[in-house]
């Protein structure tokens, strides 16, 4: 008897089994579609057996093998299998979340782009006055497909516009045009391929490369702390140069998708003969699957892409790269829960390839492991071609401040003004203002549906919900006491612009946000009109403050940090640090020094202090220090288990059950009690959470894995829970 255990995308911990006599080992890591229940789904082999716990009779057939695309190798599986375990999460729904859209269907749609479109004989020979007259598109595609004999389907876009699909569909069932397969693109990677250009490294660039390099073919995970602007990207390049000589493939995981376009360009400059697949979740389905082969094929020589590009097929990695590592977006924070930081780790061991993870401000987890000598540091000290940024603090204590800005910032935008250079007025809060107040009574405008406030925004005049998207229109008197003197409380960015537009009339003001650039090609746009200076001041959120070379911005703002300061999160001042460093990053790039003002009341604090230095390394070990003393990660390890339901005494209710049940489990984890969640409403939902800590990873690990089982066993129809193994939110 031959078996196929096939994981299947369903929410129960289980794999399934079905009889397959045509299969063969090979065909692990296989699609199959298999019935389940009673429709048929998709599958991928996990292992093929001799046995089943299953009657033999009760068994179903593997209806049919997918062979369409090479199957996942061991590799592949050893890793979506590690992620599966370790952050508990069903392995079927992990592997298929993993695949591209389109491979989770059994009918792979004829992907258009891989198609040519020729006129048939009777094409050539019609009469185009039977068309009807409207018929503009299917005139204009016949024309120049008999000019051109076979066009791709880029081409026909391009000849026809939006309207092309449609046209060239009719042109197919009048039988006057056939579509065909077109050859493949290559499928070899060039065996020597090209390297272009680039400036001369530095000697710290030249180190570390080397040192990168030396490691190639075994594990070897590098921690690479550069000061921003120090030029981390030359050191990914040239240690990919590397690889791509060896003839292997990189993969290099970036937190933003904002980010890649400049780094793919600049990617495609350096190594012009080289294919770069990107992976994102910004990607058309077609594309998502095409560049997901180019990397399973082995034909893309660098892999590029965000989170989800560290369980992309790379059969020849030899090297990992995770830029900005600290950035939160590396975890995923919902289905499977997984850091693509840690598993770009797992993955570089299990691969016996080095891994870098670069950065100006390490996560603390990182920097605890590079410290002590688990990692390697590599160290970029100099800013290349400019100097470090001045910082300084403004003390806002007891200051009138307008709108937000006090003098001295206002003074040097002024100054800025006066000298053609670009100022950048950061604050991390969108839209007009953070909420409605009423003067009379207090009442603040609040989500019904969320524990928080509703934002008022301008551009619609409408009361926004950052948390669940609910809007509500700006209420002409107090809904309370029908006082019609509401005031909007605090600045968002919209204010902030408003604002500079008053003081200074003359200057050329862009907002960039999250709302101002919702559209996906906006963000080039902005760019170049930020680099061909036609923005004399930018107002914006983090979306600016990552990784973006401005070399006229001279000066920094920051406004209202300090809400970061004293929050409950013990994360929060590891992320004020890095998010303040980032945004320092972008002052001076050119040749002018550049200068940060830090509006704070509380400009001596050791914060502020070590980032007027730039000295993150006395942040850091301060900042460990305080995480050993409190217990907290990296010292100890942690996992969440949320609930939500739709009274929160659901929620605690069944925390308090899984918190008695995990008692009686082990005695080597500490089980905290239920608690509401930071934010108890969120969309309607009432959620609560149940922290779980133990001094060793291994057992923890050990404990959820018997209290998961546990969990799952005795389904709750009251609550939703997850598991979230080490949070980085709370
Ligand atoms: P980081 O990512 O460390 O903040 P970047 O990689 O963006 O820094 O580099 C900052 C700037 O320095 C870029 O404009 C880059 O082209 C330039 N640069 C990097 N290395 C060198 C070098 N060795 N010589 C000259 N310019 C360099
Ligand atoms: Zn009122
Ligand atoms: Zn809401």
């Known amino acids: 008897m031959k078996i196929a255990r096939v994981a299947i995308d369903v929410p129960v911990p289980k794999l399934f089994d079905y009889h397959a006599e045509g299969l063969g080992p090979g065909d692990i890591g296989q699609r199959v579609l298999v019935p389940l229940g009673n429709r048929n789904v998709v599958g991928i082999v996990v292992a093929v057996d001799i046995d089943s716990a299953v009657a033999p009779e009760r068994l179903k057939r593997v209806r049919r093998v997918l062979r369409e695309v090479p199957a996942l190798s061991p590799c592949d599986l050893d890793l979506l299998r590690f992620a599966a375990a370790y952050y508990h999460h069903p392995l079927g729904a992990a592997v298929m979340a993993a695949l591209p859209g389109a491979l989770r269907r059994a009918r792979l749609s004829r992907d258009r782009a891989a198609l040519g479109y020729l006129v048939t004989p009777e094409g050539e020979r019609a009469n185009l006055d039977t068309l009807p007259r409207r018929a503009t598109v299917q005139r204009r595609l016949l024309a120049a497909l008999k000019h051109q004999r076979e066009l791709s389907w880029d081409a026909l876009r391009s000849a026809a516009g939006p309207k092309a699909g449609v046209a060239v569909k009719q042109l197919i069932m009048r039988g006057w045009v056939r579509s065909e397969q077109r050859a493949d693109a290559p499928a070899q990677a060039p065996r020597s391929p090209t390297v272009a250009g680039g400036p001369a490294l530095t000697p710290e660039q030249i180190q570390a490369t080397g040192t990168i390099a030396a490691s190639f073919g075994r594990f070897g995970a590098f921690v690479l702390l550069g000061v921003t602007g120090s030029g981390k990207t030359e050191v990914y390049l040239h240690a990919i140069a590397a690889v791509l000589r060896a003839g292997g493939q990189a993969l290099l995981l970036v937190p933003e998708i904002v980010l890649t376009p400049q780094l793919e360009a600049l990617i495609h400059s350096r190594f012009p003969d080289t294919v770069v697949a990107t992976l994102h979740s910004r990607l058309s389905e077609a594309e998502r699957l095409q560049h997901w082969r180019a990397a399973q094929d082995a034909r893309a020589g660098v892999v590029l892409g965000t989170r989800l590009a560290v369980f992309a097929p790379i059969p020849k990695l030899a090297l990992i790269i995770v830029d900005e590592e600290h950035d939160l977006s590396f975890k995923q924070m919902d289905a499977l829960r997984y850091s693509a930081r840690d598993l770009a780790v797992v993955r570089a061991k299990q691969m016996h390839v080095p891994v870098v993870l670069g950065s100006a401000t390490p996560a603390l987890e990182t920097y605890h492991n590079a410290v002590s000598s688990r990692y390697r540091l590599l160290h970029l000290t100099k800013r290349v071609g400019a100097v470090m940024p001045q910082i300084e603090c403004i003390n806002t204590h007891g200051e009138h401040l307008v709108d937000g800005l006090s003098q001295p910032l206002l003074q040097a935008i002024a100054a800025r003004l006066g000298g053609h250079e670009q100022s950048l007025v950061f604050i991390n809060r969108r839209g007009y203002a953070p909420v409605l107040m009423c003067r009379a009574c207090g009442w603040l405008s609040a989500c019904h549906r969320c524990t928080a406030q509703l934002v008022l925004h301008v551009a619609d005049h409408r ?118 460093t980032q945004v320092a990053g972008r002052a001076g790039r050119g040749d002018k020094r550049g200068e940060v003002m830090i509006q704070t009341e509380f400009p001596r604090h050791p914060l502020y202090e070590a980032l007027r230095r730039q000295d993150y390394a006395s942040f850091a070990a301060a900042a460990l220090t305080e995480r050993r003393q409190a217990g907290f990660p990296p010292f100890v390890h942690q996992a969440l288990l949320r609930a939500e339901a739709a009274r929160l005494e659901t929620s605690l209710a069944f925390l308090d059950d899984a918190a008695r049940a995990g008692r009686a489990l082990s005695q080597h984890v500490v089980i905290y009690d239920p608690v509401p969640a930071g934010m108890v409403r969120r969309a309607g939902r009432e959620r609560a959470q149940l922290l779980v800590q133990a001094a060793s990873r291994s057992r923890l690990r050990e404990f959820l894995g018997k209290w998961y089982e546990r969990l799952s066993a005795a389904p709750s129809t009251r609550a939703r829970w997850s598991l979230d193994v080490d949070p980085v939110e709370f």
Not at 493 to 515: G, K, Y
Not at 540 to 561: C, E, M, R, W, Y
Not at 563 to 580: G, H, I, N
């Open 463 to 580: 009361l926004h919900c950052h948390h669940c998207g609910a809007q509500a229109s700006v209420p002409v008197a107090c809904p309370d006491c029908g006082n019609q003197d509401l005031a909007p409380l605090g600045q968002g960015t919209q204010r902030v612009e408003v604002a500079l537009a008053r003081q200074f009339p003359a200057a050329r003001i862009m907002r960039v946000d999250r709302d101002s650039t919702r559209r996906k090609d906006m963000w080039p746009t902005v760019r170049q009109r930020i680099q061909a200076r036609e923005i004399d001041i930018l107002v914006g959120t983090q979306i600016l403050a990552k990784g973006h070379d401005f070399p006229h911005l001279s000066l920094v703002g920051v406004l209202n940090a300090d809400s970061l300061l004293y929050s409950t999160d013990f994360r929060a001042p590891e992320r004020l640090y890095a998010l303040l």
